[in-house]
């Protein structure tokens, strides 16, 4: 079976080899049926690697060079210039390279997933940003390791795959209170809850706002919601409200070929 993946449009017309795989077309079992990309997952580690080796030859890559990194939810982006070993992967949560046959991939249940690409100068990169990654600037770290290797900001377009959409996350006071504190205009990214006292974040929206925000040419979401749409995607809240013991992350991956 082969790894089922979403593209975007944008990257598609730029001829940029892609995707943002779902849950389909793997071999992994239970919550974590099928493309389970996540080695941090309990999942069967011979699975994950067979779901990984699926995913990096519907990019036309070897196996060994679909790199993910050991995500941290932090600001930092990293260069890479070959392969590194699974215990090897560097403590950073963006990725952006130059070599071919090179795929950077991040993970996500949720979070956002979020590939660039420079067209014209044949430069990627690939970040994985939750509420805390994206408020600290993890994609603007991304963009600006693009530009160290040559890009230009406004030639870069980015797509955001699947990620938990704004009716799907709610958050509580102090969540609300903290984004305020960097900046009160992203106030606009929330809005009341059901429940007195928790807000809806709209983090899709946050995200785009912010790499357009940083002076990128182009912008697109695949719109897909990884808590609603449960067929495709998996969700780490959704597993939370249904006390699941563990749960798959997608992966989103970009290659020069």
């Not at 890479?80 to 990725?95: I, S, T, W």
């Not at 009341?192 to 983090?203: T, W």
Request: charged share 25%; net charge negative; glycine share 12%.
């Amino acid at each position: 079976m082969t790894a089922e993946a979403i593209q975007s449009d944008l990257l598609k017309a730029a001829g940029i080899t892609h995707g943002f795989f779902t849950r389909r077309g793997g071999v992994s079992q239970g919550v974590y049926e099928s493309l389970n990309g996540g080695v941090g997952s309990k999942d069967d580690p011979a699975r994950v690697n067979e779901n990984r080796r699926r995913m990096a030859e519907a990019l036309g890559i070897a196996g060994d060079h679909l790199l993910v990194p050991f995500q941290v939810h932090s600001a930092i982006a990293l260069q890479v210039d070959a392969p590194f070993a699974q215990e090897e992967r560097p403590k950073c949560d963006g990725l952006v390279t130059t070599t071919r046959g090179l795929g950077l991939g991040v993970t996500g249940a949720d979070c956002g997933i979020i590939l660039f690409a420079d067209a014209e100068r044949q430069i990627i990169g690939a970040a994985h940003a939750g509420w805390k990654g994206a408020l600290t600037g993890v994609l603007e770290a991304t963009i600006d390791a693009m530009e160290t290797r040559g890009a230009r900001r406004e030639a870069i377009s980015a797509a955001l795959g699947p990620t938990i959409g704004g009716d799907s996350y709610e958050v509580g006071a102090e969540f609300f209170a903290r984004f305020l504190d960097a900046a009160q205009d992203y106030a606009q990214f929330f809005k009341p809850s059901a429940r007195i006292g928790h807000f809806m974040f709209d983090l899709p929206r946050f995200i785009g706002a912010r790499v357009k925000s940083a002076g990128i040419g182009r912008f697109e979401s695949c719109g897909v919601d990884t808590y609603a749409d449960e067929a495709r995607c998996f969700s780490y809240r959704r597993s939370v409200h249904r006390n699941e013991p563990d749960y798959g992350r997608l992966i989103a991956a970009i290659a020069l070929v």
